[in-house]
């Protein structure tokens, strides 16, 4: 009796095979991450390192300053120096430094200005001393005019004494120069009760010799002048006064 036939079943017959890529050298090897012991690693943070603090040391070195004094206000000639009258400032001024009051010393003791100091100016030693060098003296006069714009403190000026005579008299004004190269300390500037007048009070250092004859002059009726040194006496030469003054 013949044999059924059955037909193949679909898993019982040969598969085909995958074909196979060729490999053409040895087997790759897995992406490592870069270790921080990597020598050009190592070389890209040294350089940096070396960038940051060279820019560092150089904004130091351009940014280094001093504490040092400054003015808080106007000082005059005769000025005693008091920390109420300065500021503490930081400036770079390197070699330049000990010529000014830093705020790391003590300030000298029994001093005052022989030279006049700006506010805001960084205070020199030179503008300090215990007495006036040239020996010059301290001496008070008042004037009933407007002072000339070139006097102001710390300018050198001349004194001239204007003397009219007697009440009334007509005659002709006496122009005497009684001080030359005197220095302006301080300037105060005050109004009669009515404000009709001015009165100025100018503070000079005077060289003791001119001394009496502006006593002399501060103790009479004579009219006191006070002018940029070198000015002429006729500039300065008050009018006699009219009929009937």
């Known amino acids: 009796m013949p044999e059924s036939y059955s037909p193949p079943s679909a898993d019982s017959g040969p598969r085909p095979r995958t074909p196979e890529v060729p490999r053409s050298g040895p087997a790759a090897q897995r992406l490592r991450r870069p270790s921080w012991r990597e020598p050009r690693l190592l070389a890209g943070v040294l350089i940096v390192a070396l960038s940051v603090s060279g820019v560092i040391a150089l904004l130091t070195a351009q940014n280094q300053t001093?504490?040092?004094?400054?003015a808080d206000r106007l000082l005059t000639v005769g000025d005693r120096l008091s920390t109420e009258d300065l500021r503490v400032v930081q400036v770079q001024?390197?070699?330049?430094?000990?010529a000014y009051l830093p705020v790391t010393e003590a300030?000298?003791?029994?001093?005052?200005?022989?030279?006049?100091?700006?506010?805001?100016?960084?205070?020199?030693?030179?503008?300090?001393?215990?007495?006036?060098?040239?020996?010059?003296?301290?001496?008070?006069?008042?004037?009933?005019?407007?002072?000339a714009r070139g006097v102001e403190p710390g300018r050198l000026v001349d004194v001239w004494s204007a003397d009219a005579g007697p009440l009334g008299a007509?005659?002709?004004?006496?122009?005497e120069q009684i001080a030359a190269g005197a220095q302006v300390s301080v300037i105060t500037e005050s109004s009669s009760s009515f404000g009709a007048q001015n009165r100025v009070t100018v503070e000079?250092?005077?060289?003791?010799?001119?001394?009496?004859?502006?006593?002399?002059?501060?103790?009479?009726?004579?009219?006191?002048?006070?002018?940029?040194?070198?000015?002429?006496?006729?500039?300065?030469?008050?009018?006699?006064?009219e009929?009937?003054?």
């Open 204 to 241: 000079l250092l005077v060289d003791p010799a001119e001394l009496p004859a502006l006593l002399g002059a501060t103790s009479s009726a004579s009219a006191l002048s006070v002018v940029p040194a070198g000015a002429d006496a006729g500039s300065v030469s008050e009018p006699a006064p």
């Open 243 to 245: 009929d009937g003054a």
């Open 66 to 70: 001093t504490q040092v004094y400054a």
């Open 107 to 147: 300030l000298p003791e029994d001093t005052a200005f022989v030279a006049l100091v700006e506010e805001g100016e960084l205070i020199p030693r030179r503008a300090l001393a215990e007495e006036d060098p040239q020996g010059r003296q301290a001496l008070t006069i008042e004037v009933e005019h407007t002072l």
């Open 170 to 175: 007509q005659e002709e004004v006496q122009v």
């Open 93 to 98: 001024i390197d070699e330049l430094s000990g």
